[in-house]
C-alpha cells in the first residue's frame, strides 16, 4: 500500500484536502475494491460475450427461411373456370396455383415482371395458362443446386393432407432453360381429382414431355 501512496502521490497531492484525509484513514482499500469489481465485471462480460457465441443455441434447420413457406390449405378456391387450353401432368388435368422462380447457382436474381414469358420458354402455352388460372408467384434467393431447390421447394409447400394420403396437390420443381439462362422452377398444381402422386423433379428436357398443354375440347 505505501508503494502504491508514493506512485500516486503527485495525483493526490492535487487533490482537496478532505479526500486526501479520506483516503489516508483506510479509503485506499475502498477505492481499490471499487476498481476491482469494475475489473472483474468487464472480464465477466466479456467471458460471457465469449460463451454466449460459443455455445448459441443455432437456430434449427428452416427457421431462418420461413418467408419461403407456402400453406396451401389457405389458399383461396378457383373462381374462374379452365380457359380453352388445359394444362396436364402426365396427362391429369390440374390448375396452376403458385409459381416459384430461382437463378441457379450464382445467376442474377430473377425479375417478375416477365413470368409468363419466361414459363412459356419452358413450355410453350404456360404462360397462358398462369394469365388465366392467376397462381401465386413467388421469386426465392439464388440456390446452389437443383436437388436442394427441389427439396427445399417440397419442404416449404405444405400440403394440407399427411404424407402418402390422396391429395388434389402435386408438386413439379426442377431445372429448366431459359435462352442462356439456367433456371430453377417449383409449380404447386391442383388436381381435379384427388390422387396419391410423388412430387415430380424435371431435369430441362424433361419438362415438355410431363407438363403439356392441350385444347380443352381435346
Not at 472480464?43 to 460463451?51: E, N, Q, S, T, Y
Not at 394444362?87 to 441457379?104: D, N
Request: aromatic content about 6%.
Amino acid at each position: 500500500m505505501e508503494e502504491l501512496k508514493k506512485t500516486l502521490e503527485p495525483v493526490t497531492n492535487s487533490l482537496p484536502p478532505s479526500v486526501r484525509d479520506f483516503l489516508d484513514g483506510g479509503g485506499w482499500w475502498v477505492v481499490l475494491g471499487v476498481l476491482g469489481l469494475i475489473v472483474l465485471l468487464l472480464v465477466w462480460g466479456i467471458v460471457d460475450r465469449l460463451l454466449r457465441r460459443l455455445f448459441r443455441r443455432r437456430t434449427p434447420w428452416g427457421e431462418w427461411d420461413k418467408e419461403l413457406n407456402e400453406d396451401l390449405a389457405g389458399y383461396p378456391p378457383l373462381l374462374l373456370p379452365a380457359g380453352s387450353q388445359r394444362l396436364s401432368v402426365y396427362h391429369l388435368p390440374v390448375r396452376l396455383r403458385l409459381v416459384v422462380l430461382a437463378p441457379a447457382g450464382t445467376e442474377t436474381p430473377l425479375s417478375l415482371e416477365n413470368v409468363e414469358q419466361t414459363l412459356d420458354q419452358v413450355v410453350p402455352g404456360l404462360g397462358g395458362i398462369a394469365v388465366n388460372d392467376q397462381p401465386r408467384v413467388r421469386a426465392w434467393p439464388p440456390q446452389l443446386s437443383q436437388q436442394g431447390f427441389a427439396i427445399g421447394f417440397q419442404r416449404h409447400t405444405r400440403r394440407p393432407e399427411p404424407e402418402g394420403a390422396p391429395s388434389h396437390w402435386l408438386l413439379v420443381a426442377g431445372r429448366a432453360q431459359v435462352g442462356r439462362q439456367t433456371l430453377l422452377l417449383g409449380l404447386a398444381l391442383w388436381l381435379d381429382q384427388p390422387a396419391t402422386l410423388n412430387p415430380v423433379v424435371l431435369e430441362p428436357h424433361q419438362w415438355l414431355d410431363v407438363v403439356r398443354i392441350k385444347s380443352a375440347s381435346e
